[in-house]
T-cell receptor, first 113, second 118 residues
Framework: AQSVTQLDSQVPVFEEAPVELRCNYSSSVSVYLFWYVQYPNQGLQLLLKYLSGSTLVKGINGFEAEFNKSQTSFHLRKPSVHISDTAEYFCAVSFSGNTPLVFGKGTRLSVIA | DAGVIQSPRHEVTEMGQEVTLRCKPISGHDYLFWYRQTMMRGLELLIYFNNNVPIDDSGMPEDRFSAKMPNASFSTLKIQPSEPRDSAVYFC????????????????FGSGTQLSVL
């Protein structure tokens, strides 16, 4: 079955520390991968995407993610977080480009001063 | 463009009442999606439209839920009768992209409607 799993529901981290938010998927077909961010009381915004090419993709606000096909993962990273990064982060997958996006349950990142 | 506009931002109602959520997509976008966000299930796709026609409503939880898109600039999601377990944030999103892999990068969300059914 095709699915998306975000392993951590909440991640607290101190300001200026690095962070990794994990995302794994289950699929037997090719995938297109996305990370979205949701700030409080707002809708989701695209953070970055992997469609093809280089497996390391860079997004807005200093975030990056690496597509690892053998591990079926697309973890999101930032080397140094800011208070303003406090938000909920969603991993999303389109399976073979033939299906609507499937979202993970989200990871709430809390940056502590 | 003002983006995807949803109303109301917050809705509090009593069990058994009818609830109508509204959405205005971005002008020119021909795909419209309704999502529901809960702590337990995350973000779920309920239904989507293409050119005002419902394409896939398999995510609609039960017959109490219905969605319409009478024209390209307006859609409603109705719950009748509402139940406490319907409490969630409901998002509308729109897109112009036809290919699903492109949908992800060109999908625009509204700010959501926070529904509380008491």
């Amino acid at each position: 079955a095709q699915s998306v799993t975000q392993l951590d529901s909440q991640v607290p981290v101190f300001e200026e520390a690095p962070v990794e938010l994990r995302c794994n998927y289950s699929s037997s077909v090719s995938v297109y991968l996305f990370w979205y961010v949701q700030y409080p009381n707002q809708g989701l915004q695209l953070l970055l995407k992997y469609l093809s090419g280089s497996t390391l993709v860079k997004g807005i606000n200093g975030f990056e993610a690496e597509f690892n096909k053998s591990q079926t993962s697309f973890h999101l990273r930032k080397p140094s977080v800011h208070i303003s990064d406090t938000a909920e982060y969603f991993c999303a997958v389109s399976f073979s480009g033939n299906t609507p996006l499937v979202f993970g349950k989200g990871t709430r990142l809390s940056v502590i001063a | 463009d003002a983006g995807v506009i949803q109303s109301p931002r917050h809705e509090v109602t009593e069990m058994g009442q009818e609830v109508t959520l509204r959405c205005k997509p971005i002008s020119g976008h021909d795909y419209l999606f309704w999502y529901r966000q809960t702590m337990m299930r995350g973000l779920e796709l309920l239904i989507y439209f293409n050119n005002n026609v419902p394409i896939d409503d398999s995510g609609m939880p039960e017959d109490r839920f219905s969605a319409k898109m009478p024209n390209a600039s307006f859609s409603t999601l109705k719950i009748q009768p509402s139940e406490p377990r319907d409490s969630a944030v409901y998002f509308c999103a729109s897109s112009l992209e036809e290919r699903w892999q492109g949908q992800g990068e060109k999908l625009f969300f509204g700010s959501g409607t926070q529904l509380s059914v008491l």
